[in-house]
């Protein structure tokens, strides 16, 4: 293969780079800075290899035969953090709660409930991350504009508006673009102690409620259409605990699967339909998948 235009790993495990410790290796594994991602768009492209986008690999399940073509890890050097007037600029890996101590420590409120979700901020702003349906903290209310790079190297900058958020979802999401940086919104100024004390009662919630000394992904199930979180038809079908091979439904949090030890990516997928068929059977509601499954099958 001629040479690429940054160096490669080749038939690198990715597992160890999920939160839920989960899939198979990638072809290619590269770590570009965001200067570099066109050329290694273009190398792909004359390859003929299919590209896939990870940050800090939660929210997504890997399938257990890998990932067939060029994965692009964004978390490492692709995390500039800083102020530009009154907004914040961040490039595609940095971390969610990097992001809620840098607005704090400038002294502005509404970014506290990012300290708990795993995730960076590419990744957020594309699947519109934040909290329950209705509730008016998520990342729509946060972005000013995103920097967007297309599979085809093309660029454009959005609003969210323009890419059309709602709960969980962005076009983004159907186009497959790379989110390169977002510019997000200085418009609270805030008591620095009162938003100290609501960063730490947002982690103190998140650790009271969700396993997070586990390996999981977050939330498997969006809220059903009235708003209602998945975890209590979960739980009322009285699924916490069941397991499929290593895949377990968590019992703190009905709507999350730990990776209980060993469990593959099959694991996960037959526990989720399993969920989904309960969930139908006893209350009639179809249960949507929030995780995205990546895998090289077209």
């Known amino acids: ?3 690429a235009p940054i160096p490669l790993r080749e038939h690198v495990p990715l597992a160890p780079l999920t939160t839920w410790r989960i899939g198979g290796p990638a072809r290619w594994l590269a770590e570009p800075s965001s200067e570099q991602i066109p050329a290694l768009l273009q190398w792909a492209r004359a390859e003929g290899l299919r590209v896939w986008w990870l940050g800090r690999g939660s929210n997504v399940l890997i399938d257990d035969a890998g990932l067939d073509g060029l994965v692009i890890l964004t978390r490492d050097k692709m995390t500039r953090l800083e102020r530009k007037g009154d907004c914040i600029e961040a490039e595609a890996g940095v971390s969610l709660p990097r992001l809620a101590k840098f607005a704090a420590h400038e ?10 979700i795993p995730g960076t901020v590419g990744a957020a702003v594309a699947i519109n991350a934040g909290f329950k349906q209705g509730d008016p903290r998520h990342m729509l209310a946060l972005v000013q504009e995103a920097d967007l790079l297309a599979l085809d190297g093309s660029t454009r900058t959005v609003t969210m508006q323009e890419v059309n958020a709602r709960y969980r979802y962005t076009d983004i999401l159907e186009t497959e673009e790379l989110v390169l940086r977002a510019r997000l919104k200085l418009e609270r100024v805030g008591d620095p102690e009162q938003i100290r004390s609501e960063t730490r009662e947002h982690l103190l919630q998140r650790k009271r ?10 939330s498997v199930f969006k809220a059903v259409p009235d708003g209602t ?6 739980d009322r079908a009285g699924l916490k ?3 499929e091979g290593g895949a377990m439904v968590s019992p703190k949090h009905a709507n999350w699967i730990e990776n209980a030890g060993g469990a593959t990516a099959r694991d996960v ?4 339909e399993i969920v989904q068929e309960k969930v139908q059977a006893e209350f009639d509601l ?6 995205r499954y990546l895998h090289s099958n077209v």
Not at 209 to 218: D, H, I, S, Y
């Open 107 to 116: 002294g502005y409120a509404g970014y506290e409930f990012l300290i708990g």
């Open 269 to 272: 997928l037959h526990l989720v």
């Open 241 to 243: 605990g069941l397991q």
């Open 209 to 218: 409620t969700q396993p997070l000394t586990r390996p999981t992904a977050g």
């Open 229 to 234: 979180p998945a975890a209590v038809y979960i």
């Open 286 to 291: 179809d249960l949507e998948p929030e995780i």
């Open 1 to 3: 293969m001629p040479s």
